[in-house]
Each structure stands twice: as structure tokens, then as C-alpha cells.
């Protein structure tokens, strides 16, 4: 079992849709999770934490947290063509250093379809 | 704008080089990371300072050499690459080190150094 996993897609949604994106993860002690978007050729950006089981809402982003089915998610509202990106799943997982280290997801490729 | 800043932009380098790449943030964070990322994959972490100390080494070759000056400055050493090098390089910062089961560990990405080995 991969230690983060995404459906790596591509995920196309209509502008002005929801788009729902998902993430599981193995460690059930991990205490931190978020997202990032990257644009092609671009650094991974940081658009949501969350470290408490349930919704935290950021503008158009939600993210979703239900540590008991170590499950994780993010939904964009009213999804826009700069929406368009890969979207990286990160998790603290406990490393074999006796410390934490942040993991990502393979990512999962979104297109907002004008 | 980013916080974190990374030299140089882009870099070509015969395999006999010795290259060094930069990053510097600007945040106050005690822990920065160098991190490599090949096309449609997720970054891959490298190595990790926590207030200027090494504390993980995802065995990475000996051919990458970083060093942390203070604790603004992280240098990543590159000798003897190979083509299967080329990547994006990327440099992050975080408030906290990674140590414990925290809650935090936000980290912040540089824009990259996009390196190629010919």
C-alpha cells in the first residue's frame, strides 16, 4: 500500500462546477495534512492545511478531514480555468529517522473545461 | 510573492562539473528542506536541516553534498552528476523542525532550479 495515494486522473470538470479531489493516506498517527497546486514547470504552492477531523473553508477551496477512514479531500467551488493545475496531497508520516517528514501523493491532474 | 528565493533559475552542467545551488528564505523558519522532482512525479525529499543540523538524509548519492550555513541559507554541492540528475530542484522552509508528532510542519517551496546534465 502506497504510504499517500491519489487518483492521479487527469480530472476534468465544467467551469463554474465543484471539482472533489481525494487522498488516503496509511500512517493513522499523522497529524497534518495539505494541499498544494502546481502549475506545469512551476513550485509546488501551499493552499490548504488542516490537522482537525471535519471541513476548514477557504474561499472557493474546502478541505475535508476524517482521520478514522484516513481519508482527506479538497473541493473547489466554482472552479475556474486558473484552476487548472496538478493538485498534490501531503501528509506528515512518521519517517524511519524518529521524526516526521512530509509525504506526497502521486498528484492528480485537473482540467476546468471552459 | 514567494519568501523563499532559489539560485540559479535554470543550470547545464557537463558531467566533470561542480556546480552549488542557493536558497535563502526570508520567513525566520528553523528547518529548510532540498527536495528533487522529476516530470509528472511528486517532489521527492532529499534532505532536511533543523537550526542548521542535518537531521535526514534520505540516502541520497554522495555526489550531492548540501550545507546550511545559518539558518537563512541552504546550499546544495553537486560533483560527478549524471544525466539521470536533471530535475527540478526545489528548496522549502517551515516553522518548526520536524520532530515529534506536530501539528504544524507548513512548508514553503522555493521556485525551483531546473538542472540539466548532459
Known amino acids: 500500500q502506497k504510504e499517500v495515494e491519489q487518483n492521479s486522473g487527469p480530472l476534468s470538470v465544467p467551469e463554474g462546477a465543484i471539482a472533489s479531489l481525494n487522498c488516503t493516506y496509511s500512517d493513522r498517527g499523522s497529524q497534518s495534512f495539505f494541499w498544494y497546486r502546481q502549475y506545469s514547470g512551476k513550485s509546488p504552492e501551499l493552499i490548504m492545511s488542516i490537522y482537525s477531523n471535519g471541513d476548514k473553508e477557504d474561499g472557493r477551496f474546502t478541505a475535508q478531514l476524517n482521520k478514522a477512514s484516513q481519508y482527506v479531500s479538497l473541493l473547489i467551488r466554482d472552479s475556474q480555468p486558473s484552476d487548472s493545475a496538478t493538485y498534490l496531497c501531503a501528509v506528515n508520516l512518521w519517517s524511519n529517522f524518529g521524526n516526521e517528514k512530509l509525504t506526497f501523493g502521486t498528484g492528480t491532474r485537473l482540467t476546468i473545461i471552459p | 510573492d514567494t519568501e523563499v528565493t532559489q539560485t540559479p533559475k535554470h543550470l547545464v552542467m557537463g558531467m566533470t562539473n561542480k556546480k552549488s545551488l542557493k536558497c535563502e528564505q526570508h520567513?525566520?523558519?528553523?528547518?529548510m528542506y532540498w527536495y528533487k522532482q522529476k516530470a509528472k512525479k511528486p517532489p521527492e525529499l532529499m534532505f532536511v536541516y533543523s537550526y542548521e543540523k542535518l537531521s535526514i538524509n534520505e540516502s541520497v548519492p554522495s555526489r550531492f553534498s548540501p550545507e546550511c550555513p545559518n539558518s537563512s541559507l541552504l546550499n546544495l554541492h553537486l560533483h560527478a552528476l549524471q544525466p539521470e540528475d536533471s530535475a527540478l530542484y526545489l528548496c522549502?522552509?517551515?516553522?518548526?523542525?520536524?520532530?515529534?508528532?506536530?501539528?504544524?510542519?507548513?512548508?514553503?517551496f522555493g521556485p525551483g532550479t531546473r538542472l540539466t546534465v548532459l
Open positions: 522549502a522552509s517551515s516553522q518548526l523542525p520536524t520532530s515529534g508528532r506536530s501539528r504544524w510542519n507548513e512548508q514553503f
Open positions: 520567513m525566520g523558519h528553523r528547518a
